[in-house]
């Protein structure tokens, strides 16, 4: 592989900072679970990169996608078609309920929900969208404009119409009433709230069934099913946002399977296209007739782009084949009960929670008032990358310090034991250093 050019500047000398700091070592290689930086440490990933490499990385299957599509078509005038494009949205139209028949495959989540807003605006005519406290959807306005986990600061007025609904987080319980399990008060408080606030015009929910920035909030039972009567009793249309929870993750190809729930419309991104920018907005055929009709437009440079749509057709046949969804269960187990075994260990971990391979570590200083810990957790979080082990710690406003840990869905075991050992390393030495600083 020949080796991009650097000058001695410092790596970030001609790089805008988006958010979170550059890690401090360049990332030379990735396979599978691991990946290596330019000195060739290893380093396991517990992220699946950015929620995308749920096969791992460079699996040979996506490998070998990306060379077929070579031979074929990268990339077309947004007007013309391709088999790999036709294919994928047949192939997700037969996974899918029969009302969630059409596709718009566009590159990244920010983008499908921005579709996504769209369509539901034109066919309802109103254009009040409930977004959920502690949501993440992406970076562009419209989408932006419902994520309330971070980055609405600084850039002037939102959308028109964005309102919002508590996420139901029975461990810092939104209306101050449950603790460590939701009885649903906050959904009625917010509906309540919802009504007081609109003008008449709601149009959509838009949702992660699992919330996973906001810290990995697993609803209770028969959450999405009231959610929906709500919608329904005011005519809104729930959008589900599965980015992250689509193909594997909690163990079914989407979550709103295992809840029992079928949204009015779908929003898929960093799973479909296995670490290439591929996303999808899907509605029905009635919707699509009648946006269609009102002149609804949405064509971006790489819609119905060929290259990633091959390497999505890949990542079904892989999941399928390797029976992705039974080991996310399997080995979510494993790491269930590693993080488990953490938190009776280690004083610092408030809560363990989340299924599949989706499971949310979120760290206190109290475990009686549930105070966050952020500071010990980046300093845990930077100790674990230097023992070879990278994971996400996400912050929801002042409230919540948590790891988002994710492995791919083809984690090993071992790799598992070896990461919750790290952590078990990490935890002991910060915490111990940290007291010692307190005692001297
Ligand atoms: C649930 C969810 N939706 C949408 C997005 C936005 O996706 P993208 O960053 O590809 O625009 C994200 C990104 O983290 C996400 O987690």
Redesign the pocket.
């Known amino acids: 592989m020949s080796k991009p050019h650097l000058t001695n500047e410092p790596w970030d000398a001609h790089l805008i900072r988006y958010g979170m700091p550059f890690a401090k070592r360049l990332i030379e290689r990735a396979r599978g679970t691991l990946i290596w930086d330019s000195e060739g440490r290893e380093i396991l990933d517990f992220t699946s990169g950015?929620?995308?490499a749920t096969l791992g990385h460079n699996h040979p299957r996506i490998v070998e996608a990306i060379q077929e599509a070579c031979e074929g078509a990268l990339h077309l005038f947004s007007g013309m078609l391709s088999p790999p494009v036709v294919a994928l949205s047949q192939r997700l139209a037969a996974m899918l309920p029969p009302h969630l028949s059409k596709s718009l495959f566009l590159?990244?989540?920010?983008?499908?929900?921005e579709a996504a807003l769209k369509l539901a605006k034109m066919h309802s005519g109103r254009y009040e969208v409930v977004g959920y406290t502690g949501?993440?959807?992406?970076?562009?306005s419209g989408?932006q404009s419902v994520n309330y986990v971070a980055g609405r600061q600084g850039y002037g007025p939102m959308m028109p119409g964005a309102l919002s609904l508590p996420a139901p987080n029975p461990y810092h319980c939104p209306v101050r009433r449950c603790r460590d399990a939701c009885d649903g008060t906050c959904l009625e408080v917010g509906f309540d709230m919802v009504d007081a606030q609109s003008t008449g015009s709601l149009a959509a929910v838009i949702a992660?069934p699992v919330?996973?920035?906001g810290g990995v909030i697993v609803p209770p039972d028969g959450y999405w099913r009231k959610v929906k009567s709500h919608c329904d009793k005011r005519g809104m249309l729930l959008i589900f946002?599965?980015?992250?929870?689509a193909f594997g993750r909690l163990g079914c190809d989407f979550a709103f399977q295992h809840f029992g729930v079928e949204p009015d419309m779908l929003?898929l991104?960093?799973t479909l296209g296995g670490g290439l920018?591929l996303?999808a907005t899907v509605i029905s055929d009635a919707m699509d007739a009648d946006c269609h009709e009102k002149g609804f437009i949405h064509p971006t440079s790489h819609v119905s782009d060929p290259l990633p749509a091959h390497v999505a057709l890949a990542v079904l046949d892989v999941l399928a084949e390797e029976n992705l969804n039974a080991r996310a269960l399997a080995m979510g187990e494993r790491l269930g009960a590693g993080l488990r075994y953490l938190q009776d260990k280690h004083e610092i971990i408030g809560d363990v929670r989340g299924f599949g391979l989706l499971q949310g570590v979120e760290l206190v200083k109290d475990r009686e008032t549930r105070a966050p810990d952020a500071a010990t957790g980046r300093a845990i979080t930077a100790r674990c990358m230097e023992l070879g082990l990278s994971m996400n710690i996400v912050s929801v406003g002042s409230m919540a310090a948590i790891w988002r840990i994710a492995p791919p869905l083809t984690v090993t075991r071992e790799e598992i034991e070896r990461g919750v050992a790290i952590l078990d390393q990490a935890i002991g030495e910060v915490v111990a250093e940290g007291s010692k600083t307190a005692v001297g």
């Open positions: 950015q929620m995308c590159s990244t989540g920010g983008e499908a929900n949501s993440w959807h992406g970076m562009t989408a992660e919330e996973s920035s946002d599965e980015a992250q929870t929003t991104s960093k920018p996303s």
